[in-house]
């Protein structure tokens, strides 16, 4: 079983910045793909940052340049730094994982990021 938890979120102010944590309960070289996932209310949920095992790395346009993903395999824990933050990333962000074996996507419990002056 795979556990994941993310911690960091809160209440920022526009242009300001915020670093999510996501621990995992396994080793990160065991993980193909990690991503971290961002829903508001009312929205769907959206991909905001992947990490691979290759690696590569991809972002949407809506938070290239400004958010950047990172894996710590000392620490097993996975990062995402968000920075000039805008009203529109306010939302709950999720750390999900998927091993190298199988096709099972695992999740986080979610962390709130609000972004309001």
């Known amino acids: 079983q795979v556990q994941l938890m993310e911690s960091g979120g809160g209440l920022v102010q526009p242009g300001g910045s915020l670093r999510l944590s996501c621990a995992a309960s396994?080793?990160?070289?065991?993980?193909?793909?990690m991503s971290w996932y961002r829903q508001a209310p009312g929205n769907q949920r959206e991909l905001v940052a992947e990490?691979?095992?290759?690696?590569?790395?991809t972002y949407p346009n809506s938070v290239k340049g400004r958010f950047t993903i990172s894996r710590d395999n000392d620490k097993n824990t996975l990062y995402l730094q968000m920075n000039n933050l805008k009203p529109e990333d306010t939302a709950v962000y999720y750390c999900a994982a998927r091993l190298m074996q199988g096709m099972d996507v695992y999740w986080g419990q979610g962390t709130q990021v609000t972004v309001s002056s």
């Open positions: 990490s691979t095992h290759l690696p590569t790395t």
């Open positions: 396994r080793r990160l070289y065991s993980f193909a793909v």
